[in-house]
């Protein structure tokens, strides 16, 4: 290899360096490493899962105070 070639590999890891710790700087949650963005990645479906999972503990709960059904607290169907 000519110096050339080494000076433009040790550039590249250099930036690479500088890139993967730029990224790593940008993570704000307590609880990954992976970056909030929008769409379909992993971040977000942990989020839904987590919303999820809050909404059926709250359905529950509901039902247990209230002694009948969450369809029936909400309204959405009647007893006969």
Known sequence: MNSNTEKTLDN???LQEETD???KNL???ATTTD???FGWSGYA???NGRF???GLVAVLLIEAL???SFLEWAGIITRQ
Do not use: V, W
Request: a negative charge.
């Open 35 to 37: 970056i909030p963005e």
């Open 12 to 14: 590249q890891s250099i």
């Open 45 to 47: 479906e942990r989020i």
């Open 66 to 68: 209230s002694k009948i």
């Open 52 to 54: 999820a999972m809050i």
């Open 21 to 23: 710790s730029e990224i």
């Open 27 to 29: 993570s704000t949650s």
